[in-house]
T-cell receptor, first 115, second 111 residues
Framework: DSGVTQTPKHLITATGQRVTLRCSPR?????VYWYQQSLDQGLQFLIQ???????AKGNILERFSAQQFPDLHSELNLSSLELGDSALYFC??????????????FGEGSRLTVL | EDQVTQSPEALRLQEGESSSLNCSYT??????LFWYRQDPGKGPEFLFT???AGEEKEKERLKATLTKKESFLHITAPKPEDSATYLC????????????FGRGTSLIVHP
């Protein structure tokens, strides 16, 4: 158990809809990272928040947004969903703003299926 | 742009049959190279960090090595419980510090 909690574990929705994925980091970790994992793209970095502020941005679509709240939990919002958005979405956390040792603690992921 | 290529994509071994997984990388200055293990339906789990060419790290039946262009994950006398996808990631010393992941090698060890 990594200590990172993600909900929901599974989500099935229709094209055009909007969903919210939630992540609670490990106790004491200030950084939250969101990754998307699909069969053809592998693990792709989306966005990082550190202590409530956006810290780094990757290949995140404009239809997607995220935020980190004062209690450090984070939410990833996906809107105007398309079939291609079907994937596993992982949240990871680390103690500081930079994963100096490379060790990110990953949650078990949220599997999104868009029909 | 940082690139990480892992090979083979999939590997089937018999229990006890040692082998190696490869991770080749292109990065403008390596800050660190990381190996993760991912079980089906789970998130990646950190295994090792390597920082410089010549460095080696070991954990049970796994040994990771690093050269200037690639890393190997050697699996000695594997057991069925070693079956998983192994992911390699690199962190550049300049620019973004966010690890870039390869697509992984899916390892199946048959009893």
């Amino acid at each position: 158990d990594s200590g990172v909690t993600q909900t929901p574990k599974h989500l099935i929705t229709a094209t055009g809809q909007r969903v919210t994925l939630r992540c609670s980091p490990r106790s004491g970790d200030l950084s939250v990272y969101w990754y998307q994992q699909s069969l053809d793209q592998g693990l792709q970095f989306l966005i990082q928040y550190y202590n409530g502020e956006e810290r780094a941005k990757g290949n995140i679509l404009e239809r997607f947004s995220a935020q980190q709240f004062p209690d450090l939990h984070s939410e990833l919002n996906l809107s105007s969903l398309e079939l291609g958005d079907s994937a596993l979405y992982f949240c990871a956390s680390s103690p500081s703003g930079e994963p100096n040792t490379g060790e990110l603690f990953f949650g078990e992921g949220s599997r999104l299926t868009v029909l | 742009e940082d690139q990480v290529t892992q090979s083979p994509e999939a590997l089937r071994l018999q229990e006890g049959e040692s082998s190696s997984l490869n991770c080749s990388y292109t990065v403008s200055g390596l800050r660190g190279l990381f190996w993760y293990r991912q079980d089906p339906g789970k998130g990646p789990e950190f295994l090792f960090t390597l920082y410089s060419a010549g460095e080696e790290k070991e954990k049970e039946r796994l040994k990771a090595t690093l050269t200037k262009k690639e890393s190997f994950l050697h699996i000695t006398a594997p057991k069925p419980e070693d079956s998983a996808t192994y992911l390699c990631a690199v962190q550049a010393s300049g620019g973004s510090y966010i690890p870039t992941f390869g697509r992984g090698t899916s390892l199946i060890v048959h009893p």
